[in-house]
T-cell receptor, first 114, second 107 residues
Framework: DSGVTQTPKHLITATGQRVTLRCSPRSGDLSVYWYQQSLDQGLQFLIQYYNGEERAKGNILERFSAQQFPDLHSELNLSSLELGDSALYFC?????????????FGPGTRLLVL | GQSLEQPSEVTAVEGAIVQINCTYQTSGFYGLSWYQQHDGGAPTFLSYNALDGLEETGRFSSFLSRSDSYGYLLLQELQMKDSASYFCAVKGDKIIFGKGTRLHILP
C-alpha cells in the first residue's frame, strides 16, 4: 500500500460526458501528479501540482483539467469524453516539487468510455 | 523532441541476470528513475540515479551515464515474481516515461 488513494476504482460512462477522478496523496506529500496509461501509449504524464499550484504540464488535453485543494487532495476533470479516453488514470505523490523524487502511485482509476 | 527508448520485451531464466537498457533524449536532465509494474497493478519505485555510476539496492542495481544519455536496470538472481513491466523515467523539462519493457522469466 503506497498510501495514495484514488476514487473511484472503476468508472463507466458514455461519450460526451464529464467525470471527476479524485486523489489523496500520502500524508505529508505536497506534490500530486496525474498520468494516463493506455495499452498503446504507455504512461503519459498529464500534469503536476505542488502545494495547490500547477507546477508542470505534460500532454494534457484541453478537455482535461485538474486542481489541488488546500487539503492537498487533487481532482482530475475529464470532459467531452471520447472513446479514446478509455484508459487507466494514475495519480502519484511525492514530497518535493522537482519531479525527480520518488513518486508513490495510487491504485488507479480505470475509465471506460462507451 | 524528448524521447526514451527501451526494449519492448526481454526474456531470461530464473536465477539468471538480466539488463534492461534505457536511452533518452531530453531537454534538461535531473535524473533517471526505474519503476516496476505488475499486471493490473500500479507502478512502484525501484531506483533513482542523478549522478553517473551504479546504485545497488538488494538484487536490483541501476546505472547511469549522463554523457551517453544512457542507463540500465540490472536484476540479479531472477525470481518468477520479477515477471513484470519495467519503466525508465526521466525528469527534464518534462516528466517522460518509457513505454516499458516486459520481462518474461522462464523456469
Amino acid at each position: 500500500d503506497s498510501g495514495v488513494t484514488q476514487t473511484p476504482k472503476h468508472l463507466i460512462t458514455a461519450t460526451g460526458q464529464r467525470v471527476t477522478l479524485r486523489c489523496s496523496p500520502r500524508s505529508g506529500d505536497l506534490s500530486v501528479y496525474w498520468y494516463q496509461q493506455s495499452l498503446d501509449q504507455g504512461l503519459q504524464f498529464l500534469i503536476q501540482y505542488y502545494n495547490g499550484e500547477e507546477r508542470a504540464k505534460g500532454n494534457i488535453l484541453e478537455r482535461f483539467s485538474a486542481q489541488q485543494f488546500p487539503d492537498l487532495h487533487s481532482e482530475l476533470n475529464l470532459s467531452s469524453l471520447e472513446l479514446g479516453d478509455s484508459a487507466l488514470y494514475f495519480c502519484a505523490s511525492s514530497g518535493g516539487w522537482g519531479g525527480q523524487e520518488t513518486q508513490y502511485f495510487g491504485p488507479g482509476t480505470r475509465l471506460l468510455v462507451l | 523532441g524528448q524521447s526514451l527508448e527501451q526494449p519492448s520485451e526481454v526474456t531470461a531464466v530464473e536465477g539468471a541476470i538480466v539488463q534492461i537498457n534505457c536511452t533518452y533524449q531530453t531537454s534538461g536532465f535531473y535524473g533517471l528513475s526505474w519503476y516496476q509494474q505488475h499486471d493490473g497493478g500500479a507502478p512502484t519505485f525501484l531506483s533513482y540515479n542523478a549522478l553517473d555510476g551504479l546504485e545497488e539496492t538488494g538484487r536490483f542495481s541501476s546505472f547511469l551515464s549522463r554523457s551517453d544519455s544512457y542507463g540500465y536496470l540490472l536484476l540479479q538472481e531472477l525470481q518468477m515474481k520479477d515477471s513484470a513491466s519495467y519503466f525508465c523515467a526521466v525528469k527534464g523539462d518534462k516528466i517522460i516515461f518509457g513505454k516499458g519493457t516486459r520481462l518474461h522469466i522462464l523456469p
